[in-house]
């Protein structure tokens, strides 16, 4: 047998050094523009993964964090699991009748969304609640890829899942070739997240963190259920965003990316640890191609997190400057 | 590159032949007698994972959560997270003098257990909050380290990580070794077991599901903390299990492992998806080497569950006739 080992060893030895040369004649990163973030994210990788690094870091330990809304994907002209909300109720209109004089219902019925949501966390609770509660977690997921699948963006006409940045992604399958682990940490819902995030972004399920509502085991028929209760879980923003990333992965991370203050404190947490550290904010500063709004916006505001991105050092990424395209779909 | 790309081709091939060679020369649970138990394992491994079968399941879906107390190491004389917390009221007794005349401390410190336990789950949870909140996640983790690399099993005289069970512990590494992601879904508490597992089991932090309490992010010398809250979160133990692993991993596990009829809604949960489906219950029926009880136990009381294993043809392992050892220091 030893003799069998020798060979695989220098089987493996010879394969390995094949793929290493194959993939560093390749560009990892093709949407970024050779400016200084993408200098900083390639900079910091080789940092942690070559061994004969003294900041190397052992794969277990290579956690990486990922804000959705604003990070990977589009949030305007709202969060987009809002906008799957509003469809839901006018899908769910005829068994209720009772609707069509009820707010926020009935404003919405009209198409007066603006009107309906002015009621604030009260409406979007209620929106939320009728909209995601009193299923099953199976029938949920699927009415999630039935929307995804036939639901367009009010601007783009692209499929949701369409609306993803192709740098990001890219960025995302980087981080996993250097040995990472990637997470999403969104203050969206986790399983509006789950059903279609692993083929967007190659993140299983189990890499996962999001907002959530109460679920609760039954028995039907002699068949176990998940029963989604209309009561909030867990809020995974702000402070919540380090709760959440101990409750799920239970160590810290040595990267973290967003777009706006709800991720501030993520990037703190990720940041405080010791050893190599990267964080990343995505600026949204691109009118053309995407959207242009940062310190005033009440979607996606980004304002402290600005301030301590530039006080501290981390990378903020100009979608105007730093990428060659935005969206797959780009010419 | 074309050229390249046929010789590593080669090279993987070759290397790959030999080491499944090598692999199937080996026996994989050899703490493991050749009874039923073991042929049912291996028979539902290779159902799931050879390529020609029609029950195969690709990787990503090979998902495995095993019980911890009773399942992966013992539990008598009593839940080895209880002794910890009581090893921590004799630790932190010099800082509380008002505990000398307060129950269940008092009764604790004069040696006195079974009447300090006498009040139920209010004097469980009093000891439990005291001992494992107030600190930060960090404080936690260390003082967990501290005591399993101190405190030793009263009748064994063993490290607590000592005390698991080996045939299990080969048995996690031959479905991670076939693919599988192996996960720990216990009522006990996930910052008890994180710092631990890992070593114990192969079990990395964000694979371990458990029950908790809640944190609280915090800002302190410009540092941010998570701090422990002596408020329950969730836990994790009969129904809790199915809802646990459905907010952790958000997909069903494939194969369950458990010991107890606190194990019974995840086995029930895990068998009740469509394809291939494994549950597995370890009875404790070795007096000599470890420990006998089931349906009468105050501890890891199996009833329920060893019915339903009976109905459904779930695999009873028998730590006395299926298992050649049960702990690794044994002779």
Known sequence: MRHNRKIIAVALVWALAFITINAQARDPLPSWNDTAAKKAITAFVDRVTQA???DFVPV???????DNDGTLWAEQPM?????FALDRVKAMAPQHPEWKTKAPFAWLLKGDV????????????????TTHAGMTTDEFAQIVKDWMATAKHPKTGRHYNEMIYRPMVELLSYLRSNGFKTFIVSGGGIEFMRPWVEQAYGIPPEQVIGSSIKTKFEMR???????????IDFIDDKEGKPVGINSHIGRRPIAGFG???GDLQMLQWTTAGSGPRFALIVHHDDADREWAYDRKSSIGKLNKALDEATAKGWTVVSMKDDWKRVFAFEK
Chains 1, 2 share one sequence.
């Open 52 to 54: 004969s690094s003294p």
């Open 114 to 129: 603006k009107t309906a949501l002015a009621g604030g966390e009260k409406s979007i609770g209620e929106i939320v609640m």
């Open 221 to 231: 028929d002699g068949k176990p259920v998940l029963v989604r209760l209309p009561q």
């Open 79 to 83: 969060y987009f699991q809002l906008l």
């Open 259 to 261: 777009n706006s203050d």
């Open 60 to 66: 277990t330990e290579r956690i990486a964090t990922f």
